[in-house]
């Protein structure tokens, strides 16, 4: 697996998909997978996981636009997944057509119609959830690092239980401010505690979502971050 894949924490379900399927997927053709659905909340790491398996597979990512704009050698990223793409899921359920992979996103999967999710298109459909604490603890060493500060002087076990309600994102941007504030200095942990006391989380603003996505994936969805 390349940088990508490996700068995105947990994912373990997600990653031994790709590993397996990873061949098929570059050589294309009628065997391989067509589309998959990611569902999760704002900041829970959609966009970062479609990037790393596009790059992984080896293509360039696009955004659909429309039927007559696609290019079969892409990843087809598909931002908020809705009726309107309907006749995208049924060009991908007709055996006969080249399409290219695609990667549909949704933050409300209980509204879509069932033939959105129809398997002879859909090859898996992935709930992206809060993360737990190993994984909190390896997203703030990450954070860390894509900002330059290769051996952070905080303990990452202590910020990974304190942010147990933020997603990858939010971590992310605790991260960002607090080095802000500390500049010309690494951050301490005293400057994170309180870049996280200032963020407005996703879970307070969005409990009932979270909520309803948790219930909904539980029937429908495989978790994103099993080993």
Same mark, same amino acid.
């Given at each position: 697996m390349n940088e990508a894949v490996q700068n995105l924490a947990g994912f373990g379900a997600i990653k031994a998909w790709l590993a397996a399927h990873l061949p098929l997927l570059r050589e294309g053709g009628s065997l391989a997978p067509r589309a998959i659905v990611l569902a999760g909340l704002a900041g829970t790491g959609? $966009?970062?996981?479609?990037? /790393?398996?596009? /790059?992984?597979?080896?293509?360039?990512?696009?955004?659909?636009?429309?039927?007559?704009?696609?290019?079969?050698?892409?990843? !087809?990223?598909?931002?908020?997944?809705?009726?309107?793409?309907?006749? !995208?899921?049924?060009?991908?359920?007709?055996?006969?057509?080249?399409?290219?992979f695609v990667i549909a996103l949704?933050?409300?999967?209980?509204?879509?119609?069932?033939?959105?999710?129809?398997?002879?298109?859909?090859?898996?459909?992935?709930? %992206?959830?809060?993360?737990?604490?190993?994984?909190?603890?390896?997203?703030?060493?990450?954070? /860390?690092?894509? %900002?330059?500060?290769g051996n952070p002087g905080f303990d990452n076990v202590i910020l990974a239980r304190a942010s147990h309600e933020l997603t990858p994102a939010e971590i992310? /941007?605790?991260?960002?401010?607090?080095?802000?504030?500390?500049?010309?200095?690494?951050?301490?942990?005293? $400057? %994170?505690?309180?870049?996280?006391?200032? %963020?407005?989380?996703?879970i307070d603003a969005r409990k009932e979502d979270l909520l309803r996505l948790t219930h909904w994936t539980r029937r429908c969805a495989t978790p994103a971050r099993g080993a």
């Amino acid at each position: 697996m390349n940088e990508a894949v490996q700068n995105l924490a947990g994912f373990g379900a997600i990653k031994a998909w790709l590993a397996a399927h990873l061949p098929l997927l570059r050589e294309g053709g009628s065997l391989a997978p067509r589309a998959i659905v990611l569902a999760g909340l704002a900041g829970t790491g959609k $966009h970062s996981v479609s990037r /790393a398996i596009a /790059a992984t597979i080896g293509r360039p990512i696009l955004s659909f636009t429309s039927l007559e704009a696609i290019d079969p050698g892409s990843v !087809l990223l598909v931002d908020d997944l809705s009726r309107e793409h309907l006749p !995208l899921i049924r060009q991908l359920a007709n055996p006969e057509e080249t399409t290219p992979f695609v990667i549909a996103l949704t933050e409300r999967p209980w509204e879509l119609p069932a033939g959105l999710l129809r398997a002879d298109a859909i090859e898996a459909v992935w709930h %992206l959830d809060l993360p737990d604490v190993k994984e909190r603890a390896e997203i703030w060493d990450i954070a /860390a690092k894509r %900002l330059g500060n290769g051996n952070p002087g905080f303990d990452n076990v202590i910020l990974a239980r304190a942010s147990h309600e933020l997603t990858p994102a939010e971590i992310h /941007a605790a991260y960002a401010r607090a080095t802000r504030v500390s500049r010309p200095h690494e951050p301490t942990e005293r $400057h %994170l505690f309180e870049a996280m006391i200032g %963020l407005q989380t996703l879970i307070d603003a969005r409990k009932e979502d979270l909520l309803r996505l948790t219930h909904w994936t539980r029937r429908c969805a495989t978790p994103a971050r099993g080993a």
